[in-house]
């Protein structure tokens, strides 16, 4: 029975506003893309006819930090760029999710030296972590209906005092 038949037979539909608030925000992801390095490829060809992301309420890829709740940070992190990074997850309005794209984002990849991050859990909060190298479009397409899941069991006040910016970035 869908929701049409559901209306005319009954007249009215009953809910709370933590499933309303949550349906609201699982459907409407907007990504901040982070294409760092050769994992921005595959989250670019995530959005053509093929995969179309659009089908999941993501179509739309803004590029301020202000009208995004979902950072996709693909490829390659160095502590140069962490910073700026961080200083963009920052500027993202709270309720705000992470997803670290690619074995370079998730554990430094294959770069073992001083200047790549080893991971971007170290200065971020990752909420999912795609596997690949560089992972597929189709991999992504399922970090983001894990990161959907997650915020349709959400309840709209467990987001009213939350403050994730206690992690710091250090250069050991």
Not at 19 to 36: D, E, Y
Not at 44 to 72: H, N, W
Not at 145 to 150: A, M, S, V, Y
């Amino acid at each position: 029975m869908g929701l049409e038949a559901k209306l005319q037979t009954d007249g009215f539909l009953t809910t709370t506003i933590d499933a309303l608030v949550g349906w609201a925000r699982k459907n409407s992801v907007w990504p901040m893309p982070m294409g760092i390095s050769c994992c921005a490829i595959e989250m670019m060809s995530a959005v053509d006819p093929k995969y179309d992301m659009s089908r999941f309420g993501s179509e739309v890829f803004r590029f301020t930090p202000r009208q995004c709740d979902l950072m996709i940070v693909a490829g390659t992190v160095t502590y140069k760029m962490s910073h700026v990074v961080r200083k963009i997850y920052d500027q993202m309005p709270d309720p705000k999710w992470v997803i670290a794209m690619g074995a370079c984002t998730s554990s430094g990849g294959m770069y073992r030296s001083y200047s790549v991050v080893q991971g971007i859990d170290q200065f971020l909060p990752v909420d999912v972590y795609t596997a690949g190298c560089p992972p597929r479009p189709e991999n992504l397409l399922n970090a983001l209906i894990q990161i959907q899941d997650k915020i349709g069991k959400s309840k709209a006040r467990d987001y009213q005092n939350l403050d994730r910016r206690n992690l710091v970035i250090s250069n050991n």
